[in-house]
């Protein structure tokens, strides 16, 4: 099902997702519901030894995405918040693992990943919510590490253009089995930043759409 006044800023690292977050959740009166870098302790050691730490921060990623998701959605349900824009969905979480368990050097091993995907069914598809909206924010890996290199998060510095094209390559199939599972997607070039006055247009503009929702396929196993 879909939670209504539930909007996810989907995008590859860098792309400006935190950033959109914050300005449309205050544009709207949502509240925005962003990624805790700082707390990640698995993030710096992920970026120097992705093959010791990948399955684990995956798995620390998902059990904290979980608790914020369940959080929100019980709070919009009850009428506590008007929504929220969330930046990067608990659904977005398949993409990483994905691409390191398709990664040549198997970063996450097959094994790992059919855990990991047990796992994620065992949590997220019993609640099995969607956002009503999701905004896939499109730009090229060239951009992207650009972006990364200008802010200057020390982790994020040895990203390098390959990891980023990979990740991109991931994105364009998640949001493929995203629509064909019914979700509206408002997809947004963003090479450019551009007005959030416009933003706001388009999803209100989306909002008045039909959904056909069918359902969500599991990602197949190794």
Known sequence: MFAEGYIGISGTIGVGKSTL????????????????????????????????YGTMMQIWLLNHRFRQHREFVTRISLGKIKGVIQDRTIWEDTIFARMLNNHPSKIISDLNYNTYLDLFDNMVLRELVFPQLLIYLDCKPETAIKRIKNRGREIEQSIDIEYLMALKENYDQFIIEMENAGVRILRISWEEFKPISD???QIHQFSLKPSNFTKWVRPMRK
Do not use: H, R, S
């Open 21 to 52: 977050t914050q300005e449309l959740a205050q544009a709207l009166n949502f509240e925005p519901i962003l990624e805790e870098v700082d707390g990640n302790p698995y993030l710096e050691k992920f970026y120097t030894n992705m093959k010791d």
């Open 199 to 201: 933003i706001v247009k």
